[in-house]
């Protein structure tokens, strides 16, 4: 049974009622290093002009077994860490491993340990380097890293919108390969996870679940139409770019191939959203 839509008048509330009972999102409750601090490229940092995080494909290795929140937020740090510190393209692979380490001790009831992400960069850096870019990390950020990231809205909407884990599946491989690209850094985590999902919905051809997607995300589908766009064309490069590993995890029939599915061809697409 799918949720019932409330009346178009009701305003959404600002948390859930005591019954547990989903209700529409509220973006005015991120107001520190939430959904309204924006991520930003800095000028500054040598790593600023390049597109792809090539510096950071090997996260993506390591994630595999852990939670996939770890995996968002790691990127969330490092970004918020670029913000305020520049780092030598050299030292990108410590960060985004440190940036991990940090994640996994967050999100995960049993981290892995400092030896495993020493593996990883293939004992290029040692224990100490390791610990010192942890606490800078923490330094830059003050600390503050209850970051929301776009996979906790897929989890919501997929509670909200209960369609096929195919589907739901294809909405995670989605967003996961925005990850790979700078020009993702200052969309909201919830509109990113929305217009993932819209997509997904589009290439299912399931548009009769918009308006619950719509009234469980605050977003109007016409507001995410230009994101969706974007996306749209991210799939349809993604399996021609240098960086695979996302794309080669979602090849995998333990998530259904969804990698395998085609975008929407842009001509269709168009006159989709044109309506």
């Known amino acids: 049974m799918p949720l019932p ?34 991520a930003k490229i800095s000028p500054s940092s040598p790593q600023g002009a390049l597109k792809k995080r090539s510096a950071f494909e090997d996260l993506t290795n390591i994630c595999l ?25 050299d030292k990108l692979q410590l960060l985004g491993c440190a940036a991990f380490l940090i994640a996994a001790k967050f999100e995960e009831p049993r981290p892995p340990s400092m030896d495993d992400f020493l ?19 923490l330094q830059a950020l003050k600390f503050d890293i ?9 989890r919501r909407y997929a509670v909200c ?23 993702y850094i200052q969309e909201r985590a919830s509109k990113l996870a929305a217009g993932s999902f819209l997509l997904a919905l589009y290439m299912q051809k399931l548009p009769r679940w918009i308006p619950t997607l719509e009234y469980y995300s605050g977003y109007k589908a ?10 749209n064309i991210l799939l349809t490069v993604c399996s021609r770019g240098g960086l695979n590993t996302v794309y080669s995890k979602y090849s995998h029939p333990v998530f259904f191939e ?12 168009e006159k989709i959203l044109d309506r």
């Not at 369609?163 to 599946?169: D, E, G, I, L």
């Not at 995670?172 to 990850?179: A, K, N, P, S, V």
């Not at 969804?258 to 697409?269: C, G, Q, T």
């Open 222 to 231: 016409s507001e995410l139409h230009p994101l969706v766009r974007r996306l």
């Open 119 to 137: 593996y990883v960069c293939a004992d290029v850096y040692c224990r100490d380097e390791m610990y010192a870019m942890e606490i800078s990390i």
């Open 65 to 89: 077994g852990m939670n996939h929140e770890t995996l968002y937020l790691a990127v969330k740090l490092v970004d918020h860490y670029l913000m305020e510190v520049v780092c030598k393209k």
């Open 146 to 154: 209850n970051i929301p990231v776009a996979y906790h809205f897929l």
């Open 258 to 269: 969804v990698a395998k599915v085609p975008p929407v061809d842009i001509l269709k697409l």
């Open 5 to 38: 839509l409330l009346p178009q008048s009701s305003k959404p509330k600002t948390k859930k009622s005591s019954s547990s009972k989903i209700v529409p999102s509220d973006h005015s409750q991120y107001e520190k290093r939430g959904e309204n601090y924006q």
């Open 161 to 183: 919108i209960r369609t096929s884990m195919k589907t739901v599946t294809l909405s995670r491989f989605i967003c996961e390969m925005t990850l790979q690209e700078y020009d």
